[in-house]
Every structure is written in structure tokens, then in C-alpha cells.
């Protein structure tokens, strides 16, 4: 997990309440993405930002709201449209042509287990 | 589109004995392949990955991969499991070119001492 952070570890919602996870990284990566993972369907994209100040939707971004203001910091925001969202979010990270080997890896934090009450 | 498929929910293999992980890919371009293994609510490890040259990449712990472009397949292997082998693998793609890396739905892999 070495590099990115991800907090809370647990995080529980209520009904109608908005809620963000935190996402840092340490790398100097300048990709950045937020993964949701429920069991049996492996991991989807909900956002994704390339560089500062620009994100792009992934796959499943409906009721999720992300910003990047910062090289280290992409946090993700849960809102009360995403009717869903429990769910296991994984953030990560990726290093760009100066990552020497490293380069085209992607490196996950240790996830944040979201619950509905 | 892109795609991976990994056809076995689980995969159950004895101590010592050879283990096999499937992952077949569909890809426009050449592909990036990846394996990522995750234990219990951690995230995920990186284990190996194919860019370019030889189609057998050796990676951590042991384990190893070979790209097949006719079959579009890159299984997972190792000589010998461990008991510490058990989580979940996952099996990733991304085209030269883009951004976004599809993962496979993650293959249980369960050693038996």
C-alpha cells in the first residue's frame, strides 16, 4: 500500500447524507483514480484525473462528485443521489513516463469500507 | 471495447503443487497486461505486468505470467504454492495509448496445506 493513504478505514452513511473519502498520495504520481469494489465484479472506475485541476468519469460516476486542487490529494465525495453506495473504494495511483519501470503501475491504497445505516 | 475475463471463480490447488490463474483479454493495439493480487480488506498489490519482449514476465513471490498473443490470454503461474498464496488475483488490461485499466471480476485462489 506503500504511498497513498486512504481514510477513514470505515465510514458509515446515513440516508441522504453526503459523505467524502480522503485519498493522498506521496508519489508525485500525476494520475490519479477512485475504484469502487463489490463483491464478484472486480474493480470499476468511478473517476479519474490525469493531472491537477482535470478529472475525467469513469464508468460509474453517477452520484459521485471528485476535485483535484492538489498534486496529492484527489478526495471523493459519496452523495445522497448515489443510492447504492456500500461498497469497498479503492484509490490509486500512477506514475507517468518519468516512473522509470515503475511506469504503467498502478499503486492502491488500503481501501475504505463504506456503509449504509 | 476493452475487456478481461478471468473464467474461474475459484481456483483450489494443494500445497507444493503448480497453480494456474486464467485471464484471456480482448484489447484494440497492443496490450498492457497486469496482475494484482489483494488480501482480506487491504488493497491491491502489484505482482507482474507484460508491456513488451518476452511473453514469460517473472514477477514477486515466485510468480510468474506468459502473454500469448494468438490466444489473447496471460495465465498466472507458480511451480509451487504456499498457503500464503490464498487471496484474490486480478487480471488487468489497459491499449498502448490509453488511460483506463480494466480489471478482471478476481480470481480466489484457495491452497490447501
Known amino acids: 500500500d506503500g504511498g497513498i493513504t486512504q481514510s477513514p478505514k470505515y465510514l458509515f452513511r446515513k440516508e441522504g447524507q453526503n459523505v467524502t473519502l480522503s485519498c493522498e498520495q506521496n508519489?508525485?504520481?500525476?494520475?490519479m483514480y477512485w475504484y469502487r469494489q463489490d463483491p464478484g465484479q472486480g474493480l470499476r472506475l468511478i473517476y479519474y484525473?490525469?493531472?491537477?485541476?482535470?478529472?475525467q468519469k469513469g464508468d460509474i460516476a453517477e452520484g459521485y462528485s471528485v476535485s483535484r486542487e492538489k498534486k496529492e490529494s484527489f478526495p471523493l465525495t459519496v452523495t445522497s443521489a448515489q443510492k447504492n453506495p456500500t461498497a469497498f473504494y479503492l484509490c490509486a495511483s500512477r506514475a507517468g513516463t518519468s516512473g522509470g519501470a515503475r511506469y504503467n503501475e498502478q499503486f492502491f491504497g488500503p481501501g475504505t469500507r463504506l456503509t449504509v445505516l | 471495447a476493452q475487456s478481461v475475463a478471468q473464467p474461474e471463480d475459484q481456483v483450489n490447488v494443494a500445497e507444493g503443487n503448480p497453480l494456474t490463474v486464467k485471464c484471456t483479454y480482448s484489447v484494440s493495439g497492443n496490450p498492457y497486461l497486469f496482475w494484482y493480487v489483494q488480501y482480506p480488506n487491504r488493497g491491491l498489490q502489484f505482482l507482474l505486468k507484460y508491456i513488451t519482449g518476452d511473453n514469460l514476465v517473472k514477477g514477486s513471490y515466485g510468480f510468474e505470467a506468459e502473454f500469448n498473443k494468438s490466444q489473447t490470454s496471460f495465465h498466472l503461474k507458480k511451480p509451487s504454492a504456499l498457503v500464503s498464496d490464498s487471496a484474490l488475483y486480478f487480471c488487468a488490461v489497459r491499449g498502448t495509448g490509453g488511460f483506463k485499466t480494466i480489471f478482471g471480476a478476481g480470481t480466489r485462489l484457495f491452497v490447501k496445506a
Open positions: 484525473s490525469q493531472i491537477v485541476n482535470d478529472f
Open positions: 508519489l508525485n504520481h500525476d494520475a
